[in-house]
């Protein structure tokens, strides 16, 4: 089972940058959609971003398209997930996730393997 660590959130200032980075264990990271979710305090989680197991294809939720931006790097195993312009609604933990070969890489159900994510706060 793939181990997910995440890392990079922290408490910023509205229309400040983070850059989320999602480690991951195992030889077979590459064999896996990558995906970025976030959950806000009382509210369900929601997709943010994924990406294609070979990094040629991405997916955003319309909020975030274009200030958003997921890359991963398949010899360090790692996902990453540059948020700029961030907004005081992007108060949420967020959550890196894998997916096998899916054809619904925005559905939270297609993912098997969670992290236990990290706080990014974002005052106004």
């Known amino acids: ?6 890392s990079g959130g922290g408490l910023v200032q509205a229309g400040d940058s983070l850059r989320l980075s999602c480690a991951a264990s195992g030889r077979t990271f590459s ?3 990558m995906g970025w979710f976030r959950q806000a305090p009382g509210k369900e989680r929601e997709f943010v971003a994924a990406i294609s197991r070979s990094g040629a294809s991405t997916w955003y939720q319309d ?3 274009g200030r958003f931006t997921i890359s991963r790097d398949n010899a360090k ?3 990453y ?3 700029d312009s ?3 609604e992007g108060t949420a933990v967020y959550y890196c996730a894998t997916a096998p070969l899916t054809r619904a890489p925005m559905r939270g159900s297609s993912y098997a ?3 236990q994510g990290t706080q990014v706060t974002v005052s106004s």
């Open 77 to 79: 195993n790692t996902v």
């Open 63 to 65: 909020s975030v398209k």
């Open 1 to 6: 089972q793939v181990q997910l660590v995440e």
């Open 86 to 88: 961030l907004k005081p």
């Open 31 to 33: 064999s896996y959609t």
């Open 113 to 115: 393997n969670w992290g």
């Open 81 to 83: 997930l540059q948020m």
